[in-house]
Structure formats: C-alpha cells, structure tokens
C-alpha cells in the first residue's frame, strides 16, 4: 500500500487508505500502510478509498461523533435547569418514571447547534474523538462531555448520555450497552460513527430491549404524524403478540384497532407484521409438525434498535389492506430503479465491448494428434 501512495505522489502520514462495501461507502481502515495486500486478504477487483488524514496511533481508535439534534437534556442556564429539576421533583414525588414516550422537548441551547455542519435531519457533527480500543463505553462517555458542545447540557450520570451506532446514511442504529465493556468488545472500529443522545431521564437498557421510533399513520393521508420513542422488552421472545399488547398499552389504543408494520429504509417498503408466519407450501414441511412462533428479531422482519413502526387505524384486525407507504418511499423505489437500469445498461455495454473483441481476434486452426493405441498384428 505504500507503494501505491508513492505511485501518486503521496508521501507522508497524510493519507490513508479504506476498505469499501457493497455500494462503494467507506467500510473499514486499513492501519498498516507496510502490510502486503495478501495479509490484509484484499482481492482482485476490490475498491479501496483513499482519505485524507493522518492514521491514529496503534491500539487508538478515531472517532467520528454527532450530535442528536433532538437532545432533551437540560442546558446550563439556570432557569432551564431549574424547570427541568422541578419537573423531575413532581414527576418523582407522584409515584411515576418519566415517559421513554415524551415527545416535548426541554428549552435547550440551538445557537451552537446552528452553526455546526449539518449532515442529517436528526444529527449533527461534533467532531473526532481519539480513545483506545481498551477503553470502556464508560470511559468514553465521560470522554465525550468533555466536548465543547456539550459543556451546554447538565448530564447527572453517564446514564442520561445514550450513545448508539450510526448507518451509512446517519441513521440510528443498534444503541451501545454495558457500561465495563471495551470498544474492542463492542466491535467498535475506527471507520465507526457514533451518535450521541442527551436524555432527561436514566437510561441503562437490557440486551432484551429494543429502542423504537413508532409514528401514527395520518387517516387518508400517505403520511405520518411525530414520531415516539419506545423501550420494547419483554421477558420472553419478541412476537408479534408481545409488540402488540406492548403498544397497545404504550399508545392506549386497543388491541384489535390496529395494524403494525416495520420499515426497511434500503428497500423503502413496509413489512406488515402479522401475527402468524406467511402461508409455506407443503413441499418439504413435516407432516404434523407444529407451527414455530415468530420471532421479531430473525426472518423476516430482523426487529432491532432504531427501527421504525408504522401504526394504521383499523376498525377491526381482519381489515388489513392499509397503505404504509409514502410519496418518499415512491421516490427512494424510482431511484432504486434508476440506479438499477444504469447497471444494467453497464452490463449490456460490457458485454457488447467483449463481443466486439472476441470477432476481431482472427481463427487459428487447432492440430489434435491422437496416437493409435490399436494391438499390433
């Protein structure tokens, strides 16, 4: 690899490269530009992405932190901390926990936020934080107050400061638990981003549990109305009839009034979770064999932090034929499809190219000698 840097002319510790996945985004850091590619098990026809930046130091981690834009915690200013404690005192003092669900947010400081780069409706970029790989999560939370930004909010305990994994896309993903485990345990890496949540409330969640957006689809409208954030656990496995029961007594809306459904981003379309597995065909199913229960979290609906559910009014649960989806997931399939068809017109100009190349190679005759393996007389 540093040869390739001095092919174009790239001396120093200024560059480094990164590995790639499927659709060309960035995918892992390659640390040791002295490695032969064989070591690092790079392939014919990869892609790799040259970055600008220096490597951080052996056994470091450099990571990239945002900023959740939707940060309830309490800011410096007196007044503001004032409310919030109050609050928190009666909420306390009336025998309840704060609502996981709230969807009112506490005045907070928007002036800094305002200025920071922007690359996300949700979350912003706080900047590069550099830590080890045997660092606890816990370690790098109290790492991360130390950041400028965050000198703005009153956080009591690591506990209302809640870090997750970010997408390629910055979207939420799988929210990082158990405060004594390493990054190294966490499969922390330096190619990760992370995104971090001031709460108003502790939040220390299970391996069980799964942090979920749910929005309530607007009645003869192809939209949605503000989303709401739940803690889904349940002591046995994830079913469908254990989301339901959950939201119904989350949301208070009966058990049979509506249907449920998850949102796959990539694909821009909608899974209605049903209570049953789809209908199989007889072929290779055992004859008496017990239906399996579903669980969320496997085939197909893969159920896991940061995932949208869609809820559709019904006036019974047989009424299934809700549309969940959006004008947005029209326009995200079109540029599927577009993205689709100009591979496909690659191909077809590959494939034209490797005809022409082959009718203008001239014919060479083949000799075959076969010898006469007949008994002499």
């Known amino acids: 690899m540093s040869l390739a840097m001095k092919r174009f002319d790239l001396a120093g510790d200024k560059w480094h490269f990164c590995r790639t996945n499927w659709c060309g985004e960035e995918a892992g850091l390659l640390e040791d530009k002295e490695t032969s590619l064989e070591t690092e098990k790079l392939k014919e026809g990869e892609t ?15 990571l990239a932190v945002y900023l959740d834009k939707k940060s309830t915690g309490p800011t410096n200013s007196s007044k503001n901390s004032l409310e919030w404690l109050q609050g928190l005192i009666e909420t306390f003092a009336a025998g309840v926990g704060i609502s996981r669900s709230e969807t009112e947010t506490k005045p907070r400081s928007t002036s800094s936020l305002d200025s920071l780069e922007t690359n996300s409706p949700r979350y912003c970029f706080l900047g590069d934080v550099e830590i080890s790989k045997q660092a606890t999560l816990s370690d790098l939370k109290a790492h991360l107050l130390t ?4 000198d703005n909010y009153v956080v009591p305990t690591l506990n209302f400061l809640r870090l997750c994994r970010l997408e390629s896309d910055l979207e939420p993903g799988r929210v990082l638990r158990r405060m004594d485990l390493s990054l190294s345990r966490l499969k922390i890496s330096t190619s990760a981003k992370i995104g971090c949540t001031v709460l108003n409330y502790e939040e220390s969640l299970s391996q069980s549990a799964s942090l979920l957006t749910v929005r309530l689809r607007l009645a003869d409208k192809r939209d949605y109305g503000p989303p709401i954030e739940v803690v889904f656990d349940t002591p046995g496995s994830p079913t469908p009839a254990a989301l339901r029961k959950f939201l ?11 249907v449920m459904a998850k949102h796959f981003p990539n694909k821009y379309e909608w899974a209605v979770i049903r209570a049953s597995p789809p209908t199989q065909t007889t072929k290779g199913k055992k004859k008496g064999g017990q239906q399996k229960a579903i669980n969320l979290r ?13 809820i559709g009014l019904c006036d019974r649960l047989s009424d299934k034929n809700i549309d969940f989806s959006t004008a947005a997931d029209d326009a995200g399939k079109a540029k599927l499809r577009a993205v689709e068809e100009e591979k496909r017109q690659r191909r077809r100009q590959r494939g034209e190219m490797g005809q022409k190349t082959n009718r203008s190679r001239p014919e060479v005759g083949i000799k075959i000698f076969v010898p006469d393996y007949g008994d002499p007389k």
């Open 48 to 62: 790799l992405l040259l970055l600008e930046g220096s490597l951080p130091p052996k056994g470091f981690l450099r």
């Open 147 to 150: 950041l400028p930004l965050l």
């Open 248 to 258: 119904s007594e989350t949301l208070e809306l009966p058990a049979d009034g509506f």
């Open 298 to 310: 496997q085939k197909p609906y893969f159920l896991k932090d940061g995932d949208l559910i869609g």
